[in-house]
């Protein structure tokens, strides 16, 4: 039977494969695809009938009701911060059912943040099936596009985190260490389609060395039988790559004797590697020849020749490592599956093979309640309160931004994700999405997110160390470097030095070592993300101070002007990714300083 997908009155509708379990799930997305608003109504319903006596619904004196109109016109749309006191009391112990009547079991630690914080997002058990759902529906969508996936395998680097417990004892981590570490991943079920090269002990060990070198090693002793390479966002592959470039030699030297570096002391993963780990001579010289040459173009596909796509999210902060994915892969197509948030699962893409800058993600209307708030004319959400403008999924508009709200069966009810969408079309009466932003975030290298207010406080922090020179920062600017892996925070400062008063014997010079003490001060003031990110998964290097010389900022205003920004209106751009900018504060730089240690980070929450 034929396999394409079928293309009618401008959306695409799913058809039936040859494959029966795939053609059950392709028919699954139709169903609730066509009846979006329907199958929202009676979610909302079943949200609000099971939660009606939590402590949440009785503040708001919704009285059992579970009709829209009631629903909107009684609760409050809010952000995390709003929630926290009562979140506060879940983490502290109190099991009462204060926004959800089933129990509380984990709490998934968003990458967004609060007060320096990871979010805390109370869950509950049958979230994971939910979860579940969503990802079995994204293999019947990709045998739409790709033949032939369950001929080979997935290489796919998966990492789990560090988790730690809350005052009240219930388990914090990231949403996808819970799923790796829940039995609907540990024992899925063989499923040709789904085969992987790392072995779950690979993917479950915390230590990240341990465990990006027993998933390399394996999918190199695999390497013909790799059909899809992948990680969950770009900024993961692209560490995997730069391992190879770091550890080939001693990954060579274990295949060509068949032995394991002793580096790799976790009895369980030694135990999975040893049992594919043969000696194997030729595999040993062809990696040693590929990767001694020091050109790293295309050594996806020199390594893994028969792959034939990337599985990786380019969309949203993620879209800076396109070009050097192409570079790597050698323009292999990059398939971005799947829109999750560790609050709720939302989507997936119905053409994952579409280009980057195409992609647009179906919100799949069973996962949880879905609202939307226009973008204004400035792209500015209208302020908290004005609650009756919050659109519903079926009736937003193509071609409107919109920010995300979501109500959820483990206990949110109309709860600002932060994310901007753009309306690009309906699958069915279901709208697909474009991932346009997430609100206020200024930089971002992998989980992290520094929005403007925690960066102006690093710099503010920062600057604090070199005021005995009379010295202050007058302007400042950002952007987030990824042309080197990892990849790493680059502050542009300008400074003023007033001579005139200089005072304790000061030069009237900053010694270099106090402005690379600035860089690590900055790191310190920042999140907890970045700081894990830095200290304990290595994903993002060192923050980059450059200093500029004076009058830098001054330039850089002449040249918004000249592009037709208003004087009155003109506000220094806290971070620029225009490269004519960039290359105008490059060519000023006088001095250039990086961070000397590792700013503090502990997994356990400071509060
Ligand atoms: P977290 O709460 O740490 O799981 O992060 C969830 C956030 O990651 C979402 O709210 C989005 O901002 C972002 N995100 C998730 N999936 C995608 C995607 N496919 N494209 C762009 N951004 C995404």
Same mark, same amino acid.
């Given at each position: 039977m034929a396999v394409k997908p079928k293309v009618s009155n401008g959306s695409t509708a799913l058809e039936p494969t040859a494959n029966e379990k795939d053609a059950e799930k392709l028919r699954f997305i139709e169903e609730m695809t066509m009846n979006a608003d329907a199958v929202q109504e009676r979610v909302l319903a079943e949200i609000l009938s099971r939660n009606a006596e939590t402590e949440y619904l009785k503040r708001y004196k919704l009285c059992g009701a579970t009709d829209r109109a009631s629903f909107k016109a009684k609760l409050p749309v809010v952000t995390y911060e709003d929630l926290q006191p009562d979140i506060q009391r879940i983490a502290n112990?109190?099991?009462? =059912?204060?926004? !959800?009547?089933? $129990?509380?079991t984990e709490f998934l630690t968003s990458s967004g943040t609060s007060a320096g914080e990871r979010k805390l997002m109370p869950t509950i058990r049958e979230e994971l099936d939910r979860r579940q759902l969503l990802y079995s529906l994204l293999t019947p969508v990709m045998n739409l596009y790709v $033949?032939? %996936?369950?001929k080979g395998k997935g290489l796919y680097f998966l990492f789990i985190k560090s988790e730690s417990k809350t005052p009240g004892g219930l388990p914090a981590r990231p949403v996808l260490t819970s799923y790796y570490k829940s039995d609907h991943f540990k +024992?899925? =079920?063989?499923?040709p389609y789904n085969v992987y090269t790392s072995p779950n002990e690979a993917i479950l060990c915390t230590d990240s060395f341990q465990s990006m070198y027993a998933q390399m090693l394996c999918g190199l002793l695999n390497r013909h039988d790799v059909l899809r390479v992948g990680a969950v966002f770009a900024s993961g592959l692209l560490r995997a790559i730069r391992f190879l470039q770091l550890h080939w030699e001693q990954l060579a030297s274990d295949i060509s004797c068949g032995t394991l570096t002793?580096?790799?002391?976790?009895p369980a993963i030694r135990e999975a590697v040893m049992q594919q780990l043969r000696p194997d001579l030729d595999l040993a010289h062809f990696i040693i020849k590929e990767c001694s040459k020091g050109d790293w173009a295309c050594i996806i596909t020199r390594m893994w =020749?028969?792959?034939?796509?990337l599985d990786v999210i380019v969309t949203?902060?993620? #879209? @800076?490592y396109i070009p050097t994915l192409e570079y790597y892969s050698g323009g292999l197509p990059m398939a971005c599956t799947m829109y999750a948030s560790s609050e709720c699962y939302f989507g997936l893409n %119905?053409? =994952?093979?579409?280009s980057p800058s195409e992609v647009s993600y179906t919100i799949m209307p069973m996962m949880g309640y879905f609202e939307f708030i226009p973008l204004d004319a400035n792209g500015t959400t209208m302020c908290n309160? #004005? @609650? +009756? @403008?919050l659109v519903d999924l079926a009736h937003v508009e193509v071609g409107k931004e919109y920010e995300l709200v979501i109500t959820t069966y483990a206990g949110l009810y109309r709860?600002?994700?932060g994310d901007i969408l753009r309306v690009t079309g309906f699958h069915n009466a279901a709208p697909q999405f474009q991932f346009i932003r997430r609100k206020n975030? %200024? %930089? !971002?290298?992998?989980s992290d997110k520094t929005d403007e207010a925690e960066l102006q406080k690093a710099v503010t922090n920062a600057s604090e160390l070199i005021k $005995?020179?009379? #010295?202050?920062?007058?302007e400042y600017t950002s952007h987030a470097y990824t042309?080197?892996?990892p990849g790493h925070y680059v502050i542009y400062w300008e400074l003023l030095i007033r001579k005139d008063q200089i005072?304790?014997?000061? !030069?009237g010079t900053i010694p270099a070592e106090l402005l690379n003490k600035c860089c690590l001060e900055m790191e310190e003031s920042l999140n907890t993300v970045y700081r894990q990110s830095r200290v #304990?998964?290595?994903s993002i290097g060192p923050l980059e101070i450059r200093v500029v010389r004076p009058g830098t900022f001054e330039e850089l205003m002449d040249y918004a002007i000249s592009r037709g920004a208003s004087i009155n209106q003109y506000k220094v751009p806290r971070?620029?990714?225009?490269p004519p900018i960039l290359e105008l504060l490059d060519s000023r730089v006088v001095s250039t300083h990086f961070s000397p240690g590792l700013p503090k980070w502990t997994p356990t929450r400071s509060k």
């Open positions: 112990g109190d099991r009462s =059912p204060i926004l !959800s009547s089933h $129990p509380i $033949p032939g %996936l369950d +024992s899925r =079920p063989y499923d002793t580096q790799i002391t976790d =020749p028969n792959t034939k796509y949203g902060a993620m #879209a @800076q %119905l053409r =994952p093979m579409c309160g #004005a @609650q +009756s @403008q709860y600002r994700v975030v %200024l %930089l !971002s290298i992998e $005995p020179y009379n #010295a202050s920062v007058v042309k080197s892996i005072k304790n014997g000061k !030069s #304990a998964d290595n971070c620029v990714n225009f």
